[in-house]
């Protein structure tokens, strides 16, 4: 077998085990045995094997038998005594089976066959009593429905509705059996109809027994049921109508009665008219008639009359009859009353002036009467709940809140209209130092032709105050002065308080101010108007363009200025073009005014306009001192500090001016006094600016609600009113008074707003807001200040906050609008392209071409800020916008790596192109430009024009001198750097730089 199997077994596995039993060991041997092994011999031998095992087991039988006969024997008697009884009860059981399922004879085919006819019988007897049952109810049913169908053809309908209640509660009982017959389903039916019907009947009775229209009210006592001779009275078709058709009969009526008659009496004239009448089938019936009347001669308490009256007839012809379930009808009319009195009647009626407040309040103690009366009297409402009266007790307040909010929306009317370009100019006092003017000294300059300082007038910005133009004012009773820095021509009061209130050249005094928010993104500055060019030849009042000069001793002792006291500067004489005077001077005189020639004398020589020149003057010049337009604040004297206007404050740390020999090797330096050697006096003077229309229209409607609320604050007129005491813990007038912040927080909410893309695209428009921010700031202090039992103070802590607010969003403005067109200023230089290559005449001309737009826009945005702003201001935001742009050019120059000859002289020339700008920061016309105290970088920014085309001798010679402390010694090693060829002369020069700045002599 193991040489037929498909593979061998492997040797690992194990075997299966011998079988121990002789059956399963012979088995095995024939299973083994091959073919060829098996033959007769082997068959024998496994024969004679298993012959001689039964033997052996037939043995061990047979000793295991006799072993334990007696055991044996008896197990032998259990099995065939265990036999015998299965077999008894096998025959017993088939027995028993017989006698009880035999089909004939059976038990259980008997029982089953009685209790089928006992079930049989039974559900005969229940069905017969069920139907007697059922027969029984519907016979009830059938006969309260026709007593009630009866009720309702008779007219009886008080009777039909009592009748319709045990008639349903029979329906709802039917027994289960008759619930869902068709018959009663019918009964039902029937039964729903004539309930429809019943009250059909029912609302038609009530519909004709209250008739509620928008002129009259009819009230039947009793009506005649519809198609019936049978009458039924008013409380009887209210008390049978079921509670949901009630409630909607009532809520018609309350509405009805609440649109033509309560809302109604209280608001319009009527005539009304009560008494009894018969319809025409002659049914008595009761009629209230109202009808308009004229307005012209109305008593207004006739509408609280009427109303009283309407009530009262309500009380008589319908209250009465209302059954106890409905009485809340009575009290639901409590609020539409009360709503009435005070929303169609007293709020409305609340009148705007305190003149017209005596009669109110009688008006207003018989609203509280009629309350009392009829709503807590008559219709039940909690006296705890008396509206009228608490809002009576409240009517000082109301009335105040009334006032606000009118004088809130004549405000907002005021902020949001189109400007008109109505402008008024403010006068304000400024605190200026007055210099003391010593007589010169001369030294040397190197700079470009400058104009001569000359003396003083008295006037250094109104001339002559006699020729000032002035107009009426908007009230036709105050001047306001055309010239926007009209200055007095009287000297300043030199004790005087630093700063004073600003005062409308021509009217009031100002008031409170919201909260500053930011003004937007930068924007180009307006175009000019074609009356800009009136006048070419002044934009101050005369001309800046002479390129001679000449130059007249001041005086040793000139008397006190009421202009600004503005130190003399240099002034270029170049690069102001035409244009950049052809436009209205708001601070200018009429040409009248226009100062004579200056007084005869001795010709200045012309200064060097080039370093070079410096190094070939002679011993002899050293007595004439022409001043620089570029002086470094070391080595030339720079002018004095320029006088301090609001936040404004000049450059702190300027070294004083040292003397410059001719010759340094050879010639003594000549001690040199400053041209203007300043002992401050504090002197006033004053200055003007525009604000518009709409803040002083603000500022006046503040004052307006100031002196109502002392007004109202004082009045006696609610002593007579028990009710009229003020239930606030505020006192009174404080609303009102409260209501002038309140008018600044408006102003400063919504005008931003309102006009947010001309503020954004104006900067004039945007420094007008400014300057109305701070008047505002202003006129909201000047209550304050002047606040001295007025009466002011529940609101004095908040104008000064409101004020306070203003001020520093005003500055904010101020600033933001500066900074905007700085950036704007920005952009244009970024076309320069950092002002390389310019040795290209393509690149010179796109940088000539930057440069001459910034000129231009300086120049606009001057004209803008000229037209609103007072003198101070003016410069130090021109000042800042001229500064940053200088600042921008100066890294961009001074950040050039390399710069070569001709690229110096044209990057000088650009430099130049900017001295036009000086002729902008002209204070008076017998002065020279403020422009040094004014723009901080103006002199660094002049000597990088000389510098560019300077020698290392002249650079040298300037920074021994300490002329170019203005410059960091990283700047002027980079300068000589790009300049100058790598050379000993070179290395020397950065030697001397890198070794610090002389220290002034």
Same mark, same amino acid.
């Given at each position: 077998?193991?040489?037929?199997?498909?593979?061998?077994?492997?040797?690992?596995?194990?075997?299966?085990?011998?079988?121990?039993?002789?059956?399963?060991?012979?088995?095995?041997?024939?299973?083994?045995?091959?073919?060829?092994?098996?033959?007769?011999?082997?068959?024998?031998?496994?024969?004679?094997?298993?012959?001689?095992?039964?033997?052996?087991?037939?043995?061990?039988?047979?000793?295991?038998?006799?072993?334990?006969?007696?055991?044996?024997?008896?197990?032998?008697?259990?099995?065939?005594?265990?036999?015998?009884?299965?077999?008894?009860?096998?025959?017993?059981?088939?027995?028993?089976?017989?006698?009880?399922?035999?089909?004939?004879?059976?038990?259980?085919?008997?029982?089953?066959?009685?209790?089928?006819?006992?079930?049989?019988?039974?559900?005969?007897?229940?069905?017969?009593?069920?139907?007697?049952?059922?027969?029984?109810?519907?016979?009830?049913?059938?006969?309260?429905?026709?007593?009630?169908?009866?009720?309702?053809?008779?007219?009886?309908?008080?009777?039909?509705?009592?009748?319709?209640?045990?008639?349903?509660?029979?329906?709802?009982?039917?027994?289960?059996?008759?619930?869902?017959?068709?018959?009663?389903?019918?009964?039902?039916?029937?039964?729903?109809?004539?309930?429809?019907?019943?009250?059909?009947?029912?609302?038609?009775?009530?519909?004709?027994?209250?008739?509620?229209?928008?002129?009259?009210?009819?009230?039947?006592?009793?009506?005649?049921?519809?198609?019936?001779?049978?009458?039924?009275?008013?409380?009887?078709?209210?008390?049978?109508?079921?509670?949901?058709?009630?409630?909607?009969?009532?809520?018609?009526?309350?509405?009805?009665?609440?649109?033509?008659?309560?809302?109604?009496?209280?608001?319009?004239?009527?005539?009304?008219?009560?008494?009894?009448?018969?319809?025409?089938?002659?049914?008595?019936?009761?009629?209230?008639?109202?009808?308009?009347?004229?307005?012209?001669?109305?008593?207004?308490?006739?509408?609280?009359?009427?109303?009283?009256?309407?009530?009262?007839?309500?009380?008589?012809?319908?209250?009465?009859?209302?059954?106890?379930?409905?009485?809340?009808?009575?009290?639901?009319?409590?609020?539409?009353?009360?709503?009435?009195?005070?929303?169609?009647?007293?709020?409305?009626?609340?009148?705007?002036?305190?003149?017209?407040?005596?009669?109110?309040?009688?008006?207003?103690?018989?609203?509280?009467?009629?309350?009392?009366?009829?709503?807590?009297?008559?219709?039940?409402?909690?006296?705890?709940?008396?509206?009228?009266?608490?809002?009576?007790?409240?009517?000082?307040?109301?009335?105040?809140?009334?006032?606000?909010?009118?004088?809130?929306?004549?405000?907002?009317?005021?902020?949001?209209?189109?400007?008109?370009?109505?402008?008024?100019?403010?006068?304000?006092?400024?605190?200026?130092?007055?210099?003391?003017?010593?007589?010169?000294?001369?030294?040397?300059?190197?700079?470009?032709?400058?104009?001569?300082?000359?003396?003083?007038?008295?006037?250094?910005?109104?001339?002559?105050?006699?020729?000032?133009?002035?107009?009426?004012?908007?009230?036709?009773?105050?001047?306001?002065?055309?010239?926007?820095?009209?200055?007095?021509?009287?000297?300043?009061?030199?004790?005087?308080?630093?700063?004073?209130?600003?005062?409308?050249?021509?009217?009031?005094?100002?008031?409170?101010?919201?909260?500053?928010?930011?003004?937007?993104?930068?924007?180009?500055?307006?175009?000019?108007?074609?009356?800009?060019?009136?006048?070419?030849?002044?934009?101050?009042? %005369?001309? #800046?363009? !002479?390129?001679?000069?000449?130059?007249? $001793?001041?005086?040793?002792? =000139? @008397? *006190?200025?009421?202009? +600004?006291?503005?130190?003399?500067?240099?002034?270029?004489?170049?690069?102001?073009?035409?244009?950049?005077?052809?436009?209205?001077?708001? %601070?200018? #005189?009429? !040409?009248?005014?226009?100062?004579?020639? $200056?007084?005869?004398?001795? =010709? @200045? *020589?012309?200064?060097? +306009?080039?370093?070079?020149?410096?190094?070939?003057?002679?011993?002899?010049?050293?007595?004439?001192?022409?001043?620089?337009?570029?002086?470094?604040?070391?080595?030339?004297?720079?002018?004095?500090?320029? $006088?301090?206007?609001?936040?404004?404050? *000049?450059?702190?740390?300027?070294?004083?001016?040292?003397?410059?020999?001719?010759?340094?090797?050879?010639?003594?330096?000549?001690?040199?006094?400053?041209?203007?050697?300043?002992?401050?006096?504090?002197?006033?003077?004053?200055?003007?600016?525009?604000?518009?229309?709409?803040?002083?229209?603000?500022?006046?409607?503040?004052?307006?609600?100031?002196?109502?609320?002392?007004?109202?604050?004082?009045?006696?007129?609610?002593?007579?009113?028990?009710?009229?005491?003020?239930?606030?813990?505020?006192?009174?007038?404080?609303?009102?008074?409260?209501?002038?912040?309140?008018?600044?927080?408006?102003?400063?909410?919504?005008?931003?707003?309102?006009?947010?893309?001309?503020?954004?695209?104006?900067?004039?428009?945007?420094?007008?807001?400014?300057?109305?921010?701070?008047?505002?700031?202003?006129?909201?202090?000047?209550?304050?200040?002047?606040?001295?039992?007025?009466?002011?103070?529940?609101?004095?802590?908040?104008?000064?906050?409101?004020?306070?607010?203003?001020?520093?969003?005003?500055?904010?403005?101020?600033?933001?609008?500066?900074?905007?067109?700085?950036?704007?200023?920005?952009?244009?230089?970024?076309?320069?392209?950092?002002?390389?290559?310019?040795?290209?005449?393509?690149?010179?001309?796109?940088?000539?071409?930057?440069?001459?737009?910034?000129?231009?826009?300086?120049?606009?945005?001057?004209?803008?800020?000229?037209?609103?702003?007072?003198?101070?201001?003016?410069?130090?935001?021109?000042?800042?916008?001229?500064?940053?742009?200088?600042?921008?050019?100066?890294?961009?120059?001074?950040?050039?790596?390399?710069?070569?000859?001709?690229?110096?002289?044209?990057?000088?020339?650009?430099?130049?192109?900017?001295?036009?700008?000086?002729?902008?920061?002209?204070?008076?016309?017998?002065?020279?430009?403020?422009?040094?105290?004014?723009?901080?970088?103006?002199?660094?920014?002049?000597?990088?024009?000389?510098?560019?085309?300077?020698?290392?001798?002249?650079?040298?010679?300037?920074?021994?001198?300490?002329?170019?402390?203005?410059?960091?010694?990283?700047?002027?090693?980079?300068?000589?750097?790009?300049?100058?060829?790598?050379?000993?002369?070179?290395?020397?020069?950065?030697?001397?730089?890198?070794?610090?700045?002389?220290?002034?002599?």
């Amino acid at each position: 077998m193991a040489e037929d199997m498909a593979f061998p077994i492997p040797s690992h596995l194990p075997r299966k085990g011998v079988p121990q039993d002789i059956s399963s060991q012979i088995l095995s041997r024939v299973s083994s045995a091959s073919a060829k092994s098996l033959n007769a011999e082997l068959a024998s031998s496994w024969l004679g094997e298993l012959d001689e095992t039964i033997l052996q087991t037939k043995t061990r039988i047979h000793e295991r038998v006799h072993t334990d006969l007696p055991a044996f024997e008896r197990q032998l008697a259990s099995s065939k005594s265990f036999q015998e009884r299965l077999q008894t009860l096998t025959t017993n059981v088939d027995g028993l089976d017989v006698a009880v399922t035999d089909p004939e004879t059976g038990l259980i085919p008997s029982l089953l066959n009685a209790l089928t006819q006992h079930a049989a019988l039974a559900q005969q007897a229940l069905d017969a009593e069920v139907a007697a049952e059922s027969l029984e109810h519907l016979l009830r049913c059938r006969t309260a429905f026709d007593e009630l169908e009866g009720l309702v053809v008779e007219g009886r309908l008080p009777e039909a509705v009592e009748a319709c209640h045990p008639l349903e509660k029979e329906l709802c009982a039917a027994p289960t059996a008759l619930s869902k017959s068709k018959v009663l389903e019918a009964l039902k039916h029937n039964f729903r109809a004539l309930k429809d019907r019943i009250e059909e009947q029912l609302s038609n009775a009530y519909s004709r027994s209250i008739v509620v229209s928008s002129h009259e009210i009819i009230i039947r006592p009793s009506v005649q049921v519809r198609d019936s001779f049978n009458v039924v009275s008013l409380s009887d078709v209210l008390s049978s109508l079921s509670p949901a058709s009630l409630s909607n009969h009532l809520t018609a009526l309350r509405r009805d009665l609440t649109n033509h008659y309560i809302e109604h009496l209280v608001a319009q004239p009527t005539t009304l008219t009560t008494a009894p009448a018969q319809d025409p089938s002659g049914v008595p019936q009761q009629v209230l008639s109202i009808f308009p009347a004229p307005p012209e001669s109305e008593d207004r308490t006739a509408r609280l009359t009427n109303l009283a009256s309407t009530f009262d007839f309500l009380a008589e012809h319908l209250f009465p009859a209302l059954p106890p379930h409905a009485l809340h009808f009575k009290h639901s009319l409590c609020k539409p009353l009360t709503t009435a009195l005070l929303q169609h009647f007293l709020i409305p009626l609340l009148p705007s002036s305190l003149a017209d407040l005596p009669p109110f309040l009688r008006l207003a103690q018989q609203a509280v009467d009629v309350e009392e009366k009829y709503i807590v009297g008559m219709l039940g409402q909690d006296a705890r709940d008396r509206e009228v009266l608490h809002w009576v007790e409240g009517v000082a307040t109301h009335y105040e809140r009334k006032r606000r909010a009118e004088i809130l929306e004549s405000v907002r009317a005021i902020v949001v209209r189109e400007e008109e370009g109505e402008r008024i100019r403010v006068e304000v006092e400024v605190e200026a130092d007055a210099p003391k003017v010593s007589t010169p000294t001369q030294d040397v300059v190197m700079a470009e032709p400058e104009p001569a300082v000359v003396a003083e007038q008295d006037d250094s910005w109104g001339f002559d105050g006699e020729d000032e133009k002035k107009y009426e004012g908007a009230n036709g009773d105050a001047e306001v002065d055309e010239d926007g820095w009209g200055f007095d021509d009287e000297p300043a009061d030199v004790d005087a308080e630093p700063e004073s209130s600003p005062e409308i050249v021509s009217s009031q005094q100002a008031e409170p101010e919201p909260e500053p928010q930011p003004p937007q993104p930068p924007s180009q500055p307006e175009p000019e108007s074609a009356e800009d060019a009136e006048d070419p030849d002044d934009a101050w009042g %005369w001309n #800046d363009g !002479d390129d001679e000069t000449a130059e007249t $001793p001041l005086e040793d002792d =000139p @008397a *006190p200025t009421n202009g +600004t006291s503005e130190p003399p500067s240099t002034a270029s004489s170049t690069d102001v073009d035409d244009d950049s005077s052809a436009w209205d001077d708001p %601070w200018a #005189d009429p !040409d009248t005014s226009a100062p004579s020639d $200056p007084p005869a004398s001795k =010709p @200045a *020589p012309k200064p060097a +306009t080039r370093l070079e020149r410096l190094a070939q003057k002679s011993k002899g010049k050293s007595q004439h001192t022409p001043q620089s337009s570029i002086d470094s604040p070391v080595t030339v004297a720079p002018p004095p500090p320029t $006088p301090i206007r609001r936040q404004h404050k *000049p450059e702190p740390s300027r070294p004083q001016k040292i003397t410059v020999p001719v010759k340094p090797s050879k010639v003594t330096a000549v001690p040199v006094q400053t041209p203007l050697e300043h002992t401050k006096e504090k002197a006033r003077e004053k200055e003007t600016y525009a604000v518009s229309a709409c803040a002083k229209d603000v500022a006046d409607a503040v004052e307006a609600a100031l002196r109502e609320g002392r007004e109202f604050a004082a009045t006696s007129v609610f002593d007579a009113l028990p009710h009229a005491s003020s239930s606030s813990s505020q006192p009174r007038g404080s609303v009102l008074l409260l209501s002038a912040p309140y008018i600044f927080d408006l102003y400063r909410a919504l005008f931003p707003v309102r006009f947010r893309a001309r503020l954004e695209g104006s900067v004039e428009k945007s420094m007008l807001f400014s300057n109305d921010c701070l008047y505002l700031s202003g006129r909201a202090k000047a209550p304050v200040k002047a606040d001295a039992g007025l009466g002011l103070e529940s609101v004095r802590d908040k104008l000064s906050e409101t004020a306070d607010h203003l001020a520093v969003w005003g500055d904010s403005w101020f600033e933001d609008t500066v900074d905007r067109e700085c950036q704007a200023n920005a952009k244009i230089i970024e076309d320069a392209g950092g002002f390389e290559g310019t040795a290209d005449q393509e690149r010179f001309d796109e940088c000539e071409a930057a440069v001459m737009r910034v000129l231009g826009q300086i120049r606009a945005v001057s004209r803008q800020l000229k037209a609103v702003l007072q003198k101070g201001k003016y410069f130090i935001a021109l000042g800042q916008i001229v500064n940053a742009t200088l600042l921008q050019i100066l890294e961009e120059v001074l950040a050039l790596p390399d710069i070569t000859e001709v690229e110096s002289h044209r990057l000088s020339e650009l430099c130049r192109v900017l001295n036009a700008v000086e002729g902008l920061f002209l204070d008076d016309l017998n002065e020279p430009s403020v422009v040094v105290s004014y723009v901080p970088s103006w002199l660094k920014f002049s000597y990088l024009s000389e510098l560019l085309e300077a020698s290392l001798a002249d650079i040298s010679y300037l920074f021994d001198e300490g002329a170019l402390v203005d410059f960091e010694v990283q700047e002027l090693v980079k300068l000589v750097q790009a300049l100058f060829a790598d050379t000993h002369q070179r290395t020397n020069m950065i030697n001397k730089f890198t070794a610090g700045h002389p220290q002034p002599r």
